[in-house]
């Protein structure tokens, strides 16, 4: 998969030469190229923004130097590629909407800076508007980089095992339950007996309820939207019992 960024800050995606990301890249799974607008303009001084028509605070990047990195981008293409623009206005990013981009085999991402973008960009190069949350960025690159991070995942052959990308909680719609690691007794916690019991239905049992149980209190319109099954109506009883216990 081809990842290819319009930014102004092409260095801050060094960011993805690191663990599964990075390893990603050196297996050729998937492809990240940056192009600069700034290299793009045709002005001595290198513009790429300019005062907001209208008047308020902030700059607004211009059609111009954009349009012709997007061209850069294609040109440096292998096939079709669709556009994404990183923008709070977008539509939020979730793991359904990361699903459908997995299937992509090029993408062109616009990460935006200052105010943000000439309007007209998405008249003349139409493309997907997405947001990855409701706070404030300083600009489209780091968002560019979850969406990288979060689609490279889902690609067959990048994460080691192919069952815990299936299993992983937004995948099963869940949140993950408890880990443990050695020593068995830490200030005086000690890791629940079932763990270490080597009984591993009953270890998936503890799991599933786990599961079930911290979803419940810290994401219950998670539940709301995912089918349980007669058991895990059961195992989250019982967390229930034991929690108002
Ligand atoms: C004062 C109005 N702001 C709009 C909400 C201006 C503004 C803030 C932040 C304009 C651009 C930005 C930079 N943010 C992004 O480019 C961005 C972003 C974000 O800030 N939050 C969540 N998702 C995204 S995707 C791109």
Sequence with gaps: MQFN?????????????????GRAKETG????????????????YHKVDDTSYGGGPGMVMMVK????????????????????????????LNHDLVKELS????????????????????KIEPGIELSIGDYVLSGGELASMVL?????????????DAGSVAQDSFSAGLLDYPHYTRPEVINDLKVPDVL?????????????KQALGRTWLRRPELLAK?????IDRMLLNEF????SS
């Design 65 to 92: 130097p954009l349009q012709a990195a997007i061209q850069g981008a294609r040109e440096n293409s292998k096939s079709f590629a669709s556009i994404v623009y990183l923008t709070p206005q977008g539509k939020l």
């Design 5 to 21: 960024i319009v930014t102004l800050f092409p260095e801050m995606f060094a960011a993805m030469n690191y663990g599964v990301v």
């Design 196 to 208: 270490l019991s080597g009984n591993h239905a009953e270890i998936a049992r503890f799991r599933r």
């Design 226 to 230: 995912i089918e349980l099954t007669a």
């Design 103 to 122: 299937v992509q085999e090029n993408l062109i991402l616009i990460s935006g800076r200052y105010e943000g973008i000439d309007e007209r960009l998405l």
């Design 148 to 160: 990288i991070d979060t689609v490279t995942r889902q690609l067959p052959g990048v994460v080691g």
């Design 240 to 243: 229930i019992e034991e929690t």
């Design 29 to 44: 799974l998937i492809d990240i190229r940056c192009f600069n607008p700034r290299d793009y303009t045709e002005d001595n």
